[in-house]
């Protein structure tokens, strides 16, 4: 078993530091770990046994431990294993070494871990605010259980500007966002630039965070969660669904039937296929083809048409349950579905050849934003981005979930690392998630759609589960609780270790590559924030803040 | 008031309507054309008539640093064009003609560029900045063309005159017209950089920088930019035909007019297709290119001073 020889060679180095073990199934390994060693554990295997970091979560255990929590996760991709290094912290002082040091890609989860959970990553480099606004009062954090899910602190300003960094000597900053052309939604880069050329940047992100694990863990029921994972994301809402509902039937053990884990199967497959024809029209229309931006844009709808019709909705399914799925397939739906694949393949081809003949299109992509094996290990990069790179890596065949075990499938990768790499992986990723879907049709057996859920779910045990969203892994972690809701649900959408990557890929590159690197890794940020009014009358400009756009709202409601 | 005064002022008006009335229906024409390309329906030819209307009529938000500049610059980049349009011949005589020559021409031509840098300035925003910044750069790299395809003109013209050179001159040495042959292949190539559309748009990438210079214009304003920027592209497919493709501008009234404005049309239609088939170029990149014509544009020049 391979978890077990990896647990020997944990235990052979680190004997003394690892507390106790727990492997539910072979390719699920817990090990819990004395505060003191993380840091030395988690770059052994970060660095010696060549893990893979996923994302590091911070827990407030205090109700029922005593202590707090982090975990930090790696996958072992080619063992086809997910680990989580936890640790328990006492409760009076939540601080443990930051292992950003060994593992650059923690830098971001542990500044999260520090705004929400209030848990201090001691020696971390770059201790800036991550989530929270800057006007949020210091010692509140919103994870931890004895915040409520709807408190606002006293103390809190809302209109406090953001701090950003100087910007290095002889540069001028370039305001990149929070609202741009190019940026579907609000984000801010401050390029710092010479010329023509980005020297560095800083990026300010999460303006609209939602709070959308705050509000599982204190009001949602294990089965109305689904519904909302899915509004993480406009475009792979269906991942994060069933990435949730996975991980609660992992840490559950529960099995869906055969027939659930088909349609998971093609309807994520279906997610991709509309996903990749987006970025890449999108990514046309960036570098100012807006042709093949429209023809993309032409060919992907009859994938919407189709999913409406499976599911009633063009884009957020309402597929999941624990243990198993709401729709079904009709022979009917077979047989449009089929024919729609086949339409979209004949159309694709034209597309491809294209794009993939397209002199102008390689200009502009070719060498721009590349990130090498090395950043990608360093940063935690995922999914096309990780592929372009040469690093042959795909969650659904070294992490089998749903159907993908019963399903054949090439994984696409190339070698620069550049744009243009990026743009050939995702489009030759859509013949084989058509190829995947065929397959998924041909071999989906009759049979219940749910599994039938006798007892209460059990309490505090930990589920992982990562799923291959367009944009790379998608990875949920799920800690069983109380009130038929999980205690702690962490998500990490493949766009939080991609953008990590996104300064280093713009760095010495022209301002005219920024908009293109970017929409490169496909990122994925989040929506709202405040309008302005003006009255005609007076001129008078009014500038309206989310409180009273809120009391708005519900007087309307109301 | 003598006969020619009277045809300088008339054929000038004429040359003015002709170009505000009729350039927001090539772009009409040019939306259409790219929309079926995108196998979509498009709007209406008339649409950009609605959108001028529109802008006309909406309140002029005065948002840049100097706004005083932004008015006088958003005048007079329609001024300038509408100037060149009595320089140029539109299916009758050039109207302005002995009132100026070819350099005056392009001065002009090199104005109404000016006219959007003091936009940009004006602005004052990063992103006009940085859009200025690109303009200048091509607008260097360009005039040379223009300014060597106009001189081999006036070479084998013997004049700066407009209606000398303005009327095939490129071709008119002796033998084969090989410097005419070479500077009609870099116009050509050049031509989408002079209208500035697509791969050439650079200073304005929309999804670069939100409209480069225009960013901090609206309303009022940006309809005369918009305008002016229609009008450009008939002014210098006008300037094309003049130089490259004279034949039949002398015929009689309604075939030589009409046969010019089919010309134009047909560039209008180019002008579409290059756009619509093209992703846009980075600055570097079409500077580069730009110098390359440069190179071969100067050949042409020194084969003309040889009588070729």
Not at chain 2, 259 to 270: A, E, Y
Request: glycine share 6%; proline share 6%.
């Amino acid at each position: 078993m391979i978890a077990h020889e990896r647990l020997e060679q944990l235990r052979q180095k680190f004997g003394a530091a690892i507390q106790h073990t727990d492997f539910p199934a072979d390719n699920r390994l817990f090990v819990h770990v004395e505060p003191a060693a993380v840091k030395n554990i988690c770059q052994y295997i970060f660095r010696d046994m060549d893990a893979r970091y996923v994302i590091s979560i911070g827990a407030d255990d205090r109700p029922y431990s005593g202590k707090f929590l982090v975990a930090h996760n790696f996958a072992f991709d080619h063992d086809h294993l997910l680990c989580s290094v936890l640790v328990e912290l006492p409760a009076d002082n939540p601080s443990i070494e930051s292992i950003s040091e060994v593992v650059p890609a923690a830098s971001w989860a542990e500044r999260e871990m520090r705004d929400l959970v209030g848990i201090k990553p001691v020696g971390h480099k770059y201790l800036k605010r991550l989530v929270l606004p800057d006007g949020w009062p210091e010692d509140v954090h919103p994870l931890r259980k004895d915040s409520r899910w709807d408190e606002v602190p006293t103390g809190f300003s809302d209109d406090r500007e953001l701090t950003f960094d100087d910007p290095p000597e002889g540069c001028m900053v370039v305001p990149f966002g929070p609202f741009h052309p190019t940026l579907d939604e609000p984000a801010h880069f401050r390029l710092y630039v010479e010329g023509e050329m980005v020297r560095g940047c800083e990026y300010r992100g999460f303006m609209a965070h939602r709070g959308i694990e705050k509000l599982a863990e204190s009001v949602m029921s294990y089965n109305d969660i689904p519904m909302l994972a899915e509004r993480i994301c406009g475009i792979c809402g269906c991942v994060h669904s069933v990435a949730y509902t996975q991980a609660v039937e992992s840490a559950a053990a529960l099995t869906p039937p055969p027939r659930a884990e088909y349609i998971r199967t093609i309807m994520l497959e279906i997610e991709r296929l509309h996903s990749h024809l987006l970025w890449t029209g999108l990514a046309c229309h960036i570098l100012g083809f807006d042709t093949l931006f429209m023809q993309s844009f032409r060919i992907r709808e009859p994938i919407m048409w189709i999913a409406e019709k499976i599911t009633g909705n063009r884009k957020t399914y309402a597929l999941c349950q624990i243990g198993g799925v709401r729709w079904d397939f009709t022979p009917e739906l077979k047989i449009e579905l089929r024919q729609t694949l086949d339409k979209l393949e004949a159309e694709w081809r034209p597309i491809v050849a294209a794009v993939s003949g397209d002199k102008n299109i390689q200009k502009r992509t070719r060498g721009v934003g590349v990130a090498d094996k090395k950043l990608v290990k360093n940063a935690g990069l995922v999914g096309p981005v990780a592929r372009a790179a040469g690093v042959d890596m795909d969650c659904r065949r070294d992490h089998p979930y749903a159907a993908y075990d019963r399903v054949e499938f090439n994984v696409i990768t190339q070698n620069d690392g550049d744009v243009w790499s990026r743009v050939l992986v995702r489009v030759q990723e859509v013949f084989e998630s058509i190829r995947i879907i065929r397959q998924c049709l041909d071999k989906m057996p009759d049979g219940p759609l749910q599994l039938e859920i006798k007892d209460e779910l059990p309490i505090g045990r930990i589920g992982l589960s990562s799923i291959e969203a367009p944009r790379g892994e998608s990875h949920h972690f799920v800690i069983t609780g109380e009130n038929n809701r999980p205690r702690r649900w962490r998500v990490r959408a493949p766009t939080y270790q991609n953008l990590q990557g996104v300064p280093m890929m713009i760095k010495d590159q022209q301002i005219a590559d920024m908009t293109i690197s970017l929409g490169s890794i496909d990122p994925c940020f989040s929506c709202t924030d405040r309008m302005e009014t003006i009255d005609l009358r007076s001129g008078a400009i009014r500038v309206w803040s989310q409180q009273e756009l809120l009391k708005l709202t519900q007087r309307q409601k109301a | 008031m003598n006969r020619a005064m009277t045809w300088t002022i008339l054929g000038s008006l004429l040359n003015v309507a002709a170009v505000l009335l009729l350039a927001p229906l090539f772009q009409g024409v040019l939306r259409k054309i790219t929309a079926r390309i995108q196998s979509r329906q498009g709007p209406p030819v008339w649409q950009p008539y609605f959108d001028l209307l529109k802008l006309l009529g909406k309140e002029d938000i005065e948002s840049g640093e100097t706004p005083t500049m932004q008015r006088f610059a958003a005048y007079l980049s329609l001024a300038t064009v509408l100037a060149i349009a009595c320089l140029v011949p539109m299916g009758f005589a050039v109207p302005l003609n002995g009132m100026g020559d070819v350099v005056l021409l392009i001065y002009l031509l090199t104005l109404s560029g000016i006219c959007t840098l003091l936009a940009g300035i004006a602005a004052g925003s990063t992103y006009s900045l940085l859009g200025i910044s690109r303009e200048m750069m091509s607008m260097i790299s360009l005039e040379p063309l223009l300014v060597v395809t106009l001189v081999t003109g006036a070479l084998h013209a013997h004049s700066l005159r407009l209606e000398s050179v303005l009327n095939g001159s490129p071709y008119a040495g002796s033998g084969v017209p090989w410097s005419g042959l070479i500077l009609l292949a870099v116009m050509l190539l050049a031509f989408q950089a002079f209208v500035q559309r697509v791969p050439f748009d650079i200073s304005e990438a929309e999804t670069e920088l939100m409209e480069g210079p225009l960013v901090e214009y609206s309303g009022p304003k940006l309809a005369l930019f918009k305008y002016s920027h229609m009008v450009k592209l008939i002014i210098h497919s006008a300037l094309f035909a003049a130089l490259f493709t004279p034949w039949g501008s002398h015929l009689v009234f309604p075939i030589g007019w009409l046969l010019f404005w089919i010309k134009v049309f047909g560039l209008v239609v180019l002008v579409t297709l290059v756009a619509a088939t093209h992703a846009r170029y980075r600055i570097d990149q079409a500077i580069r290119y730009f110098a390359g014509l440069l190179v071969v544009a100067s050949a042409g020049l020194v084969l003309a001073s040889y009588g070729y």
